[in-house]
């Protein structure tokens, strides 16, 4: 697998070439969410809530470590998520890292809002597994 072809968003692009199509990940559970690991490598999620506040919460670090070819590990590999609310409920969606995932920046998406997150893996040693998801961004719809 090259890294063009795992990351998204344009990571490894190479002029030229047409960039890999990615699904959608579309989350419209009105609960609490765990993300899956195909969620967030996917680049872009949609997320709807209706009239309750909720708490999505990422994959652990050591199942998101798991799931990188062994190549891209020893890369210190980094990649976009954008996480868009849809709905208009006046609620808060709050997003909380899993174990071993540390959320830096504004950890909450109102309602028809991008926010985009920078997911950085800094440990991929087997049971020390660690990421740091900064916050780094949000855009109206």
Do not use: C
């Amino acid at each position: 697998m090259s890294i063009g072809s795992f990351f998204p968003l344009g990571v490894g692009y190479t002029p030229g070439l047409a960039p890999e199509v990615r699904p959608v990940a579309v989350v419209v559970i009105d609960a609490n969410v765990t993300w899956t690991v195909a969620q967030i490598f996917s680049g872009y999620l949609r997320r709807t809530l209706t009239a309750t506040a909720r708490t999505d919460t990422t994959p652990t670090a050591a199942a998101i470590v798991a799931a990188l070819p062994q190549d891209i590990k020893l890369l210190n590999p980094s990649w976009h998520l954008e996480v868009t609310r849809t709905d208009a409920a006046g609620v808060a969606l709050t997003v909380a890292g899993g174990t071993g995932v540390t959320l830096t920046g504004t950890a909450t998406i109102a309602a028809t809002t991008n926010r985009t997150f920078l997911f950085i893996v800094t440990n991929v040693t087997p049971g020390s597994e660690a990421i740091t998801m900064n916050s780094i961004g949000a855009s109206a719809l």
